[in-house]
């Protein structure tokens, strides 16, 4: 089985494999795959907020060192070739992480990392990533992993949304 791909093709930011199954499920998306965080920093702004496309909302973390939202495909695979993120209008700004894939939630390999990226030192962009470290693994878990501190000098993850892309199986 060689799988759906969903490639991003330049203006086609969160039209990937999120969105993919949002579609497929009629916004059950929750039977496709599962979100979890190292923490969640108000309640009012619950994690299912990363997968919707509306920058009014939004999911952050609690300020502690190394804060992490993960994706389990459960039991589907994805070998990711680009992702999204949209930052939110205000404060607390990622900075620093790292994209892990993993197959077992346990043993990460590193993926793609961003030092100090200025792409996200401005408040409700879009920017997509190409994957740093390509290969044809195919990971059941990708996770953000935060490496350093936002751009406000805290720990918290603050996000709209995210998309990956790439082939599904």
Same mark, same amino acid.
């Given at each position: 089985? !060689?799988?759906i791909?969903?490639?991003?093709?330049?203006?086609?930011e969160? &039209?990937?494999?999120?969105?993919?199954?949002?579609? !497929? @499920?009629?916004?059950n998306?929750?039977? &496709?795959m599962?979100i @979890?965080?190292?923490?969640?920093?108000?309640?009012s702004? #619950?994690?299912?907020?990363l997968?919707? +496309?509306?920058?009014?909302? !939004?999911?952050?973390? /609690?300020?502690? #060192?190394?804060?992490?939202?993960?994706?389990?495909? !459960?039991?589907? +695979?994805?070998?990711p %070739?680009h992702?999204?993120?949209?930052t =939110?209008?205000?404060c607390?700004?990622?900075k620093?992480? +790292?994209?892990?894939?993993?197959?077992?939630?346990?043993?990460w390999?590193?993926?793609?990392? /961003?030092t100090?990226? &200025?792409?996200?030192h401005?408040?409700?962009?879009? =920017?997509?990533?190409?994957?740093?470290?390509?290969?044809?693994k195919?990971?059941?878990?990708?996770?953000?992993f935060?490496?350093?501190?936002?751009?406000?000098?805290?720990n918290e993850?603050?996000?709209?949304s995210?998309e990956?892309?790439? %082939?599904?199986i």
């Amino acid at each position: 089985n !060689k799988g759906i791909t969903i490639s991003f093709n330049g203006d086609n930011e969160f &039209e990937g494999i999120i969105d993919y199954f949002r579609k !497929k @499920t009629n916004d059950n998306i929750i039977n &496709e795959m599962l979100i @979890t965080a190292s923490s969640i920093g108000n309640s009012s702004y #619950p994690i299912k907020n990363l997968l919707n +496309k509306d920058t009014n909302r !939004k999911f952050l973390t /609690q300020n502690t #060192p190394n804060s992490w939202i993960c994706f389990d495909f !459960k039991n589907k +695979k994805i070998s990711p %070739t680009h992702y999204s993120i949209q930052t =939110h209008c205000g404060c607390y700004l990622i900075k620093n992480w +790292k994209l892990e894939g993993s197959n077992d939630n346990v043993s990460w390999d590193v993926i793609d990392e /961003q030092t100090n990226c &200025e792409f996200t030192h401005k408040s409700n962009i879009i =920017h997509t990533f190409q994957i740093r470290n390509k290969s044809d693994k195919k990971f059941r878990y990708l996770r953000i992993f935060s490496t350093g501190k936002n751009w406000e000098n805290y720990n918290e993850i603050y996000l709209s949304s995210i998309e990956f892309y790439g %082939t599904l199986i």
